[in-house]
């Protein structure tokens, strides 16, 4: 049986087409990172969900039914005993993505799952993730995959239900824990915690973007060329620095 790859995002899949890599793509088409992402069932996740997406990224709730909630559901479809490889990069963006997919894979109990990784060779590069890889690459991180154990499984499991929760002690506590399959954990959950001081001055990235705003340029293509460089490990998308550089104005 052909091994099956979950990829975070369509990018992804234009790259491991250039590979020897077998075509058995789920894509993950969210960004959990933004919005509220609070529901007591999965029913009630999806729906929340599509109306985030509409109101503040303009699609429509059946475009994203369509395109993200179907796609995901072909998790349940997956056969038993089935290799699983999740290509997840290790900024919070991607992983929150991936702690959302291992929450619905953990329903499935006979799946090999394996955790890919980007092939980073230099430090600048950290959180540039599969977008600074070649085809060799993506064959070398494939070949370097890395199996996850039940403990794993209910790390991501557990990151999820805490993150779903706002648990920042939950998520700190989590944090620390060792895992073959999680790099970075302890910096990624404390750069998400950052994001919502509890003395409720400015979270971390608004910081930045202001910081930025007074001492470099007030213009959003340097803003968000110099926050993706300063602030890699939140994986932010032009869209949610955006919203960030907006709120910062509107606050000015």
Not at 21 to 42: K, P, T
Not at 90 to 99: A, I, P, Y
Not at 209 to 217: C, D, G, L, N, R
Not at 223 to 242: A, H, M, N, P, T
Request: hydrophobic share 40%; charged share 25%; with cysteine.
């Amino acid at each position: 049986m052909m091994p099956f790859h979950i990829l975070n995002g369509d990018c992804l899949v234009e790259q491991l087409c250039q590979t020897s890599i077998n075509q058995d793509f789920i894509v993950c088409r969210e960004c959990l990172i933004d919005g509220n992402v609070a529901a007591n069932n999965l029913t009630e996740f999806w729906k929340i969900r599509a109306n985030f997406i509409a109101e503040t990224y303009g699609a429509s709730t059946e475009d994203y039914f369509t395109k993200s909630v179907n796609e995901l559901e072909k998790l349940y479809l997956l056969p038993d005993n089935a290799e699983v490889c999740l290509w997840f990069e290790n900024d919070l963006f991607c992983q929150t993505n991936m702690w959302f997919v291992l929450s619905l894979l953990a329903k499935h109990f006979n799946l090999k799952l394996y955790r890919i990784f980007p092939v980073i060779e230099n430090k600048e590069d950290i959180w540039k993730g599969f977008g600074v890889a070649d085809a060799a690459k993506l064959e070398l991180a494939y070949s370097a995959k890395v199996p996850f154990k039940s403990t794993d499984l209910e790390l991501g499991v557990n990151l999820w239900v805490a993150y779903q929760n706002g648990d920042f002690k939950k998520l700190q506590e989590l944090s620390k824990e060792n895992s073959t399959c999680f790099q970075f954990l302890e910096e990624v959950c404390q750069a998400h915690i950052d994001r919502f001081p509890s003395d409720k001055t400015l979270g971390r990235p608004d910081q930045v973007v202001k910081q930025i705003m007074e001492t470099k340029s007030k213009e959003f293509s340097i803003v968000f060329e110099e926050f993706s460089k300063r602030e890699g490990i939140y994986g932010f998308g032009d869209l949610q620095v955006k919203s960030i550089y907006e709120r910062v104005i509107d606050n000015n």
